[in-house]
């Protein structure tokens, strides 16, 4: 992609599509044109890294039904808790309610349907390695580093075993095709400053009272904050609400003014998530949306579920 594009940003992978991060929702993201894709690291029990957004295997996977006893005492089965062997042999499939039965989103892939996998981080990156050399593309990879904090307090370093990864498939500097993300700033901060990373880093932000992490996301999104916080990363990622409001007036979308604060302080702006089937107050469509994100409110990149929708209005 050029440097003035809007980065398309394949959250999960197509996951409008196919199940969330299954390495079919990865190549079918590469054929729809997403510039990057992204991935959630997790670790197992053997120190492995694996592709799943959250610590839990209990709504994206047949954990339940293939290790009944396995779960934690708050009713969770956790990654950590698991070998790779184990995790491999388990089937993935669309992203269900706490019912454990019903789709997150109704309307899209059959939950339950297919025989899909949980990918390494590995496995993947070398997926998307290998379409690049077919296609002739560069797409990137943005990986997050998911609960670093939960993460040491399991016994082990995630971010190093991450960055090591990394480095050995040749994501070693800000000219290659990669964001690191993370919600954690002390993370963030450590990865950059302790542990010499040299990438382009993104912090995610969130809302103080997700309990995402100690981070104080209020501070970060002040002229203040990101000012301190350029000394670090490379750009912020807010989700969506922390870039507009819905005026009481006219129901119309209204800039926060967080993006031009953030690139005031020199910081890229990939906010999350365009959905299609999951639409804020104020827009009739995701084309409208993505239009408006991009064309207002001049964010340079974005988070979807639906990179081709994402693609087709950015060109329009």
């Not at 992978?13 to 729809?32: I, N, R, V």
């Not at 496995?123 to 040491?152: F, M």
């Amino acid at each position: 992609m050029s440097g003035n594009e809007v980065a398309v940003i394949a959250h999960r992978g197509a996951c409008g599509y196919l199940p969330e991060h299954t390495l079919e929702a990865k190549a079918y993201a590469h054929a729809l044109g997403a510039h990057y894709i992204e991935q959630d690291v997790v670790a197992t029990r053997d120190d492995q890294l694996v592709v799943l957004h959250d610590i839990h295997l209990d709504r994206v996977t047949n954990v339940a039904e293939k290790f009944p006893e396995r779960h934690r005492d708050d009713g969770r089965f956790y990654v950590r808790d698991f070998d790779l062997g184990e995790i491999k042999s388990l089937t993935a499939w669309e992203r269900r309610k706490d019912n454990g039965i019903d789709a997150v989103y109704a309307g899209r892939f059959p939950t339950g349907v297919g025989e899909f996998r949980v990918p390494t981080l590995r496995q993947e990156i070398k997926l998307i390695q290998g379409l690049n050399q077919s296609t002739g593309r560069n797409v990137g990879i943005y990986p997050e580093i998911k609960s670093p904090a939960w993460h040491r307090s399991e016994g082990v370093d995630i971010s190093v075993l991450a960055l090591q990864l990394l480095d050995d498939l040749g994501y070693r500097t800000k000219n290659d095709a990669i964001f690191l993300q993370c919600f954690d700033l002390t993370e963030t901060r450590r990865i950059r400053h302790e542990l010499g990373c040299q990438l382009k880093l993104v912090q995610l932000l969130g809302e103080n009272s997700w309990g995402e992490s100690d981070t104080d996301y209020n501070y970060l999104k002040t002229a203040e904050g990101l000012r301190e916080l350029a000394k670090t990363a490379d750009g912020i990622g807010p989700w969506i609400g922390q870039l507009a409001n819905t005026a009481e007036v006219d129901g119309q979308p209204v800039s926060t003014g967080l993006v031009s604060a953030a690139h005031s302080a020199g910081l890229k702006v990939h906010p999350y998530t365009f959905r299609a089937d999951e639409l804020p107050p104020g827009f009739e469509s995701l084309e409208e949306m993505v239009s408006w994100f991009v064309e207002i409110l001049k964010i340079d990149g974005l988070f979807t579920d639906f990179p081709d929708v994402a693609l087709a209005a950015i060109k329009r």
